[in-house]
Each structure stands twice: as C-alpha cells, then as structure tokens.
C-alpha cells in the first residue's frame, strides 16, 4: 500500500467522523428544537412567553445549524483529499514511493 492510498485512508476516515460528528449534532439539535416549538405554541398562554425564551432558542438553533454545516464543509474537504490535504497529512521530511507499474 503506497503512503498516497495511506493518506486517503486517513483522510476520509477523518470525513467520516466530521459526518458522524455533524450527525449526533443534529440529532441533539431536536431537544432545542423543541424548546423554540414550546415557545411559540404557548401562544393561548401570553402570560407563559417569554420573547428572550424564543429569541434564545431561535439563536441556539441558528449556531447547531451553522455548526453542522460547517462540520460537512469539513468533510466534504477531506473526503476529496486534495493535494493540499495531502500536505496536512503527509509529514514534511517524507517522499512519495515511486509507483510500480
């Protein structure tokens, strides 16, 4: 196995976390997601509302799905492995193996 095919390995196992990363993110985004719908549904309750509640919630639920994009953004880079990815993960000192045909 050549150190190219190494880095590819690497690298997308490294995608592969990002995306199970962004994953567990979202599945825990549910719970926010449900404060900010409790928020807005105790509408027959105006006592029960609370405009900072909501604002909060709409806020948190904004930074998870920012967060979670980003997370996919990362992956996506690293799942192509590009030449610059290779650099990141390939140590300075170290040349390719010649390919053997």
């Known amino acids: 196995m050549s150190r ?3 880095v590819l390995l ?3 196992a490294i995608a592969l976390l990002q995306i199970i990363n962004a994953v567990m993110t979202a599945v825990g985004a549910v719970s926010v997601l449900y404060n900010f719908y409790r928020g ?4 027959p309750y105006p006592t029960y509302r609370n405009p900072f509640l909501t604002s909060a919630n709409f806020f948190s639920l904004l930074l998870i799905l ?9 992956a996506a880079i690293f799942w192509n492995c590009g030449p ?3 650099r990141w993960l390939m140590p300075t000192g170290v040349e390719q193996e010649p390919q053997e045909q």
């Open 4 to 6: 190219k095919e190494i």
């Open 10 to 12: 690497v690298s997308r």
């Open 40 to 43: 807005w549904a105790a509408e």
């Open 66 to 74: 920012l967060h979670v994009i980003v997370l996919l953004i990362i």
């Open 84 to 86: 610059k990815v290779e």
